[in-house]
């Protein structure tokens, strides 16, 4: 079975709008990463409740926490940086989700020891909270390359992974060789695509990420978490200084996000799933 998820706020801002923009797609997983505009690291125990209560009565699960951990300089005050990866475990927990989305450091690729001690460390703390620390590929980390990845998962014990092709794609990786390599490694996917020769984003299956060849290759239950930077939206902006280019142009974000979900539906579809009960299904 392979159940669908979203970075909802590409849908929209508020928090009662994602929640809509999933019910109407048929999904009922979150990633969550902004509420109402401000990052889901940074809630208050109280902001955190009323998210929740949202979520719940909505009918829509956290699947992830789709935190900024490790988006950072490797060289930050790790002692100090501690306590926000602390901090977002509390959150995990109160979201009732196993998961957390995160990062493996800034102008770290001569720091690699260093890399592999801070993740360890992360690796720890989530243990303590009983959820897991899933490492995604993303321009500019440590972890942005294929070999680089394959490193941390032989130096770092307890970590799981997040395959994003988009990214991969985006720093010159090969999808064939990462596919190869990574498959059998990987938590959860990333659904997200781009076309290798321009760098403009795409909706699933028009680009090089070679997502109809993974999908295929699944034989579990997993899940596909959309994150199709279709359109330029709140969350990118704040937290991301590259320029995002597209092929499509949508009028506005609801539009990019349904045309992503129905894009991605349309490929299970011609691999022979059906959808059932907000899943897909074979």
């Avoid at 760098?199 to 699944?218: C, H, N, T």
Wanted: proline content about 1%; glycine content about 4%.
């Amino acid at each position: 079975m392979i159940k669908l998820c979203a970075f909802a706020d590409e849908y929209n801002n508020s928090l009662d709008e994602q929640i809509k923009g999933l019910k109407f797609n048929g999904i009922d997983y979150i990633e969550i990463r902004t509420v109402d505009g401000k990052n889901v690291a940074d809630l208050t125990d109280n902001e955190v409740e009323i998210a929740r209560d949202k979520l719940n009565k909505g009918g829509i699960k956290v699947w992830s926490i789709g935190s900024p951990l490790g988006k950072v300089d490797i060289n930050c005050d790790f002692e100090e940086y501690k306590k926000k990866v602390e901090r977002v475990c509390v959150i995990a927990n109160m979201f009732n989700c196993k998961n957390i989305r995160m990062f493996s450091f800034f102008n770290s690729y001569d720091k690699k020891e260093l890399v592999f001690k801070y993740l360890k460390e992360m690796v720890d703390i989530a243990n303590k909270y009983g959820v897991d620390m899933c490492h995604e590929n993303e321009k500019e980390i440590y972890g942005d390359t294929v070999d680089r990845v394959l490193e941390i998962k032989e130096n770092v014990d307890g970590l799981k992974y997040i395959y994003d092709p988009a990214n991969f794609v985006q720093c010159k990786q090969d999808a064939d060789y990462a596919i190869e390599k990574l498959f059998d490694s990987i938590l959860y996917f990333h659904i997200k695509d781009v076309i290798s020769e321009t760098d403009q984003l795409v909706p699933a299956g028009y680009g090089d990420g070679k997502i109809e060849k993974f999908i295929s290759m699944i034989n579990k239950d997993v899940t596909l978490t959309l994150e199709p930077h279709l359109a330029v939206f709140d969350a990118f902006a704040k937290i991301d200084n590259t320029q995002m280019k597209h092929k499509f142009n949508f009028e506005k974000n609801e539009d990019a996000f349904n045309f992503a979900v129905k894009s991605l539906k349309e490929i299970l579809i011609k691999l022979g799933y059906r959808e059932e009960n907000n899943a897909f299904v074979k």
